[in-house]
């Protein structure tokens, strides 16, 4: 019963294996090709369960999307000169894709392989395209006109704030011709690579470049670094632009606001010498309203005060005999003491002798 029961499991075990060696699935991202000793014999591109001779064939699965190659560090272009004398750096990639199956397993066998045929069709293309085109021609596809436009003018002229563009000429090979442009090189480099792929071999590899393209264009190190030169000088000519600008327009500002502040100083000074004036004027009316007024007590109390300011200490006066000062002094009594109180006796006038010849 015991051997039975093994050799039972034994032919079920050895039925799912037959069973399993003749069965396969292909997926809808995949194509399958049936090796007969290590030959195609059919292909397989839709997805499905298929069947094959067990231990006999055996199935290569391959890709049926897209592949993608290149746009890494290690697939640069270095030291690539173009047409006009420049020296680039490029990094390519390429779009391919698996055409026929058979073909592809007989010649190629995997997708390794296929790869290194991809990189080295797409790597001569674009080094023998480039070199017969200007460096305007790979990095711009167009000739339309390139303008600069740094920062807005926000005083244009004294009276008006409206912001207004300044534009800002590039140095003139950006403006250059361009005939043919990038997209047309690229489409002569995918041509080119898909030529390539096909000539030279009387069998068809089963691969096909879908697109081809530019990761990265750049200057070697030393045109780099001396275009970059001339880019921080171009800048500085447009920061020294802006900067004696800015000082025209401070010194436009600074000159008005002197002129303002010296015409309110004008007017203030003129209405202060008119002030000034009116108060002098208002004065002297004053003056003449109390010299009319008081009249000759007026002169008497001027003559006091002026006697009194001269007539101290040690002060010697030379008077006329016709002076009323005289005629005065003449009146003190000889031995008069300041000190006493007592008034002053009336003294009779002495007679004043003409000095008139």
Sequence with gaps: ??????????????????????????????????????????????????????????????????????????????????????????????????????????????????????????????????????????????????????????????????????????????????????????????????????SGQEESRGIEIVDIGLSRVDFVETVRRAAFERLRKFMESIAAYYTNDGERKKQEIINRTMAEVSRIQGEGQQRSNETRGTIDAEIIRRYAIAINETGDFFVFMRQLKAAKTCLTGDTRIILTTDSPLLQVLKQIPTGFNRSDPRPIPAATPAPVSDPSP
């Design 1 to 198: 019963m015991r051997t039975l029961l093994s050799l039972v499991a034994f032919l079920i075990v050895a039925i799912y294996l037959i069973v399993w060696s003749c069965c396969y699935v292909v997926d809808a991202r995949e194509q399958a090709v049936v090796l007969q000793f290590g030959n195609p014999v059919h292909a397989r591109t839709e997805p499905g369960l298929y069947f094959k001779i067990p231990f006999v064939q055996n199935v290569l699965f391959i890709p049926r999307t897209r592949l993608f190659w290149g746009g890494e560090a290690d697939d640069l272009l270095p030291d690539l000169p173009t047409k006009d004398g420049k020296k680039v750096e490029l990094t390519p990639f390429a779009v391919w894709r698996i055409t026929d199956p058979i073909a592809f397993a007989r010649v190629l066998r995997t997708q390794q392989t296929a790869e290194e045929r991809i990189k080295q069709f797409t790597r001569n293309a674009v080094r023998d395209i480039i070199t017969t085109y200007d460096l305007i021609e790979l990095v711009r596809s167009s000739d339309r006109k390139l303008t600069y436009t740094f920062g807005t003018d926000l005083l244009a002229d004294a009276g008006n704030a409206k912001p207004a563009e300044i534009a800002i000429e590039p140095p003139p090979e950006v403006n250059a011709t361009v005939r043919v442009g990038r997209p047309q090189i690229l489409k002569r480099i995918k041509e080119e690579a898909r030529a390539r792929i096909t």
